[in-house]
């Protein structure tokens, strides 16, 4: 198996056709390898990844690159795509996306990688379909450039909170400043403020031609339970919405907290993604 899994190439022009159909058929829960796709191509060069299938890319589709994200496929392709991730040095940090593909990956490949730093298997996906139920808070705005020094703390508390990592660790913060400095100048970067200090922020992680994804909601700790959170996160959803796409986020199943605001604001269920961090 090993040395047939050697072998294999990732996939190329011939097969884009098949891969953005695969992608259009999903838009909520694909929408991160979507948005790299309809913007770089399938090169993997410019697609910083590569797409993996067992046999047919229409019914078995992997995204391998810093994160490794199962698209679509029978237990037996995922069985491929566990044994192609471990066939080579690791290059991702995480493995994502919906639960039912994601788990059983993680039981083939666990044994070789060894244990997970942790296992998220229960992320409620949403999406919000309708305008928001509550007032979006007029205050929030788009973050600019000359805003980064300020909104770089609340970026590394956020981060540090959800993902257990110091992101200035290894490079003094350059790496994570310059990827903010991105997302800035993409306008998909949103705060509001109380004079200098960032009280609410949140982002558009990836933001295909369908969907926004939103990621890193956050309210400064000595805010919380004001609301501030709920009127924030409804102003970015609104924010998606007024460029034509569906508002969507995934969240830890046991932060009960932001489950209660989000469905306040209007979010639905429409899946169940499952996160395993790995580096």
Known sequence: MVLKLLDDKPLGARD???VERVLASDPVAM?????RFETHGINPRLLGGEFWTADDPSTSLCFSGANLIPLIGARADLDHFSDRAVAAPRACSSIVGR???VLPMW???EPVWGAAREVRPVQPLLALTRPPKVAPDAEVRLVTLDDLDAYMPAAIDMFIGEVGVDPTAGDGGRSYRRRLASLISAHRVFARFDGPDVVFKAEIGSMSRRVGQIQGVWVAPDRRGEGVGMGGTAAVADAVAAQGRLPSLYVNSFNTTARAVYERIGFTQVGTFATVLVD
């Open 107 to 109: 039981e083939q490949i």
């Open 99 to 101: 639960a039912e593909l």
């Open 31 to 35: 929408c991160m390898v979507a948005a």
């Open 16 to 18: 884009a056709a098949a």
